[in-house]
């Protein structure tokens, strides 16, 4: 199989792209498409080049392809326009405005935004946090994901702490897994809770029955909650919760095995209320030793609109 290659010096750098050609030979006769790709761009994955096929960067005889499946003739002449995969182009500075509450040599404190995904990931591979963070100080590109040492779900609110540097990460990363690192949340559910305070210990893992779920199983890995009740009216509450662990959803998850799913959060059981339609959660307080000086931090962040008209509505405060 011959191949001819070229490359577009006019495309911008996040569509560089490289166009390759062969004509089918007589053994490649009533071949699939994809299969003719794959001979002839080996070190791309077979369904990112039917991918390709399927976003009209792949012709046959001039013409569109029209379908991965599509059997070939000997003597037809095939291009590809290889350019990268969405993934591939993820790890890329993107300017941003951060809302940035604290920010010295060695570390930064975010007010993240409901809707601003933390990092990268299948149906989000721009756009995120970790986008603006490279944009933001050239340090990030030299750190394993440009800092970021925890996360919040893409539509919970609040505080994170972000490392700017590889000393910064590392105490970080460590105060987090020693647990000393303490982070509040301010959260609304459904159902009224009793006076006292109390806390939810159960693992939490991946939902056998769903892959996008976490669910208290055991064979997760363990997990505390500390809940307490602010206010509680018509069928809601207004909680604390302090969590102990930092498991995925940790406190959807115990909440809703508890049968007090957070307002507005479908994923676990949660219906549209109080104005709020996305997940009532925001982390409000993040509490932690500078990781090079060892100074005490304290922060706090106010709730965005829709979840402080909602807190407003069970407690009558802000």
């Not at 300017?95 to 601003?116: C, F, R, S």
């Not at 050239?138 to 919040?152: E, F, K, S, T």
């Given at each position: 199989?011959?191949?001819?290659?070229?490359?577009?010096?006019?495309?911008?750098?996040?569509?560089?792209?490289?166009?390759?050609?062969?004509?089918?030979?007589?053994?490649?006769?009533?071949?699939?498409?994809?299969?003719?790709?794959?001979?002839?761009?080996?070190?791309?994955?077979?369904?990112?080049?039917?991918?390709?096929?399927?976003?009209?960067?792949?012709?046959?005889?001039?013409?569109?392809?029209?379908?991965?499946?599509?059997?070939?003739?000997?003597?037809?002449?095939?291009?590809?326009?290889?350019?990268?995969?969405?993934?591939?182009?993820?790890?890329?500075?993107?300017?941003?405005?951060?809302?940035?509450?604290?920010?010295?040599?060695?570390?930064?404190?975010?007010?993240?935004?409901?809707?601003?995904?933390?990092?990268?990931?299948?149906?989000?591979?721009?756009?995120?946090?970790?986008?603006?963070?490279?944009?933001?100080?050239?340090?990030?590109?030299?750190?394993?994901?440009?800092?970021?040492?925890?996360?919040?779900?893409?539509?919970t609110s609040g505080l994170m702490v972000v490392a700017k540097t590889l000393p910064a990460m590392t105490a970080l990363v460590r105060a987090i897994a020693e647990r000393s690192v303490g982070r509040q949340y301010m959260a609304v559910c459904h159902g009224?809770?009793?006076?006292?305070?109390?806390?939810?210990?159960?693992?939490?893992?991946?939902?056998?029955?769903?892959?996008?779920?976490?669910?208290?199983?055991?064979?997760?890995?363990?997990?505390?909650?500390?809940?307490?009740?602010?206010?509680?009216?018509?069928?809601?509450?207004?909680?604390?919760?302090?969590?102990?662990?930092?498991?995925?959803?940790?406190?959807?998850?115990?909440?809703?095995?508890?049968?007090?799913?957070?307002?507005?959060?479908?994923?676990?059981?949660?219906?549209?209320?109080?104005?709020?339609?996305?997940?009532?959660?925001?982390?409000?307080?993040?509490?932690?030793?500078?990781?090079?000086?060892?100074?005490?931090?304290?922060?706090?962040?106010?709730?965005?609109?829709?979840?402080?008209?909602?807190?407003?509505?069970?407690?009558?405060?802000?």
């Amino acid at each position: 199989m011959t191949r001819e290659a070229d490359y577009r010096d006019d495309a911008p750098d996040d569509e560089a792209s490289e166009r390759r050609a062969t004509i089918v030979p007589a053994e490649g006769h009533g071949e699939r498409l994809d299969k003719v790709l794959v001979a002839l761009a080996p070190e791309f994955s077979r369904s990112h080049l039917q991918g390709l096929i399927d976003r009209g960067h792949v012709q046959v005889d001039a013409a569109p392809a029209r379908a991965a499946s599509q059997r070939v003739r000997s003597g037809q002449r095939v291009e590809v326009e290889l350019v990268g995969s969405e993934e591939s182009r993820a790890f890329r500075p993107e300017a941003m405005t951060l809302a940035i509450v604290h920010e010295d040599e060695h570390l930064l404190l975010v007010d993240k935004p409901a809707g601003l995904v933390v990092h990268p990931a299948p149906g989000n591979w721009s756009g995120t946090l970790l986008n603006g963070l490279l944009a933001h100080h050239a340090g990030a590109q030299a750190l394993p994901r440009a800092g970021i040492v925890h996360r919040l779900d893409k539509d919970t609110s609040g505080l994170m702490v972000v490392a700017k540097t590889l000393p910064a990460m590392t105490a970080l990363v460590r105060a987090i897994a020693e647990r000393s690192v303490g982070r509040q949340y301010m959260a609304v559910c459904h159902g009224e809770l009793g006076d006292a305070a109390f806390s939810i210990e159960a693992p939490i893992g991946r939902d056998p029955k769903s892959r996008v779920r976490m669910a208290v199983v055991a064979s997760g890995k363990p997990a505390r909650t500390d809940v307490e009740r602010v206010a509680a009216r018509d069928g809601f509450s207004a909680v604390q919760c302090t969590l102990h662990t930092g498991r995925t959803h940790q406190i959807r998850v115990h909440l809703a095995s508890r049968g007090h799913p957070l307002v507005a959060d479908a994923l676990y059981g949660g219906a549209p209320a109080l104005g709020m339609n996305r997940q009532a959660l925001h982390a409000f307080r993040l509490r932690l030793d500078h990781p090079i000086s060892g100074e005490p931090l304290r922060f706090e962040s106010a709730p965005p609109a829709d979840f402080a008209a909602a807190w407003r509505a069970l407690t009558g405060a802000a």
